[in-house]
């Protein structure tokens, strides 16, 4: 099993930053991609970003293109989102995610993500 556990949540302004990390334990071996979701109140879950185990190819939302930037850093077993130019709509819990894949792609389906995190409140007042 792998365990994943999210950081760095909280209040901030629109036009601000915050950045987001996540941590995973256990048998880590069997990571693959690692990805950001968010869950805003009475919406289902969204991707909004996704790194591929080796970290050389990236994909995102295209509401968060340009504003956020997810890396990775395997030998701590971390996986980062900076968030920039937040606006009130980002407002959500963000969740991390990983798969067993070691495909050069990650995916931006949540059905494909074997692991979650417990998940990291994101407020952005206006």
């Known amino acids: 099993q792998v365990q994943l556990v999210e950081s760095g949540g909280g209040l901030v302004q629109a036009g601000g930053s915050l950045r987001l990390s996540c941590a995973a334990s256990g048998r880590t071996f069997s990571v693959g991609a690692m990805a950001w979701f968010r869950q805003a109140p009475g919406k289902e879950r969204e991707f909004v970003a996704a790194?591929?185990?080796?970290?050389?190819?990236?994909r995102y939302a295209e509401s968060v293109k340009g504003r956020f930037t997810i890396s990775r850093d395997n030998a701590k077993n971390t996986v980062n989102l900076q968030m920039n130019s937040l606006k009130p709509e980002d407002t959500a819990v963000y969740y991390c995610?990983?798969?067993?894949?070691?495909?050069?792609?990650?995916?931006?389906?949540?059905?494909?993500?074997?692991?979650w995190g417990q998940g990291t409140q994101v407020t952005v007042s206006s």
């Open positions: 995610a990983a798969d067993r894949s070691t495909s050069s792609y990650p995916p931006s389906s949540r059905v494909l993500y074997d692991y």
């Open positions: 790194i591929s185990w080796s970290g050389g190819r990236t």
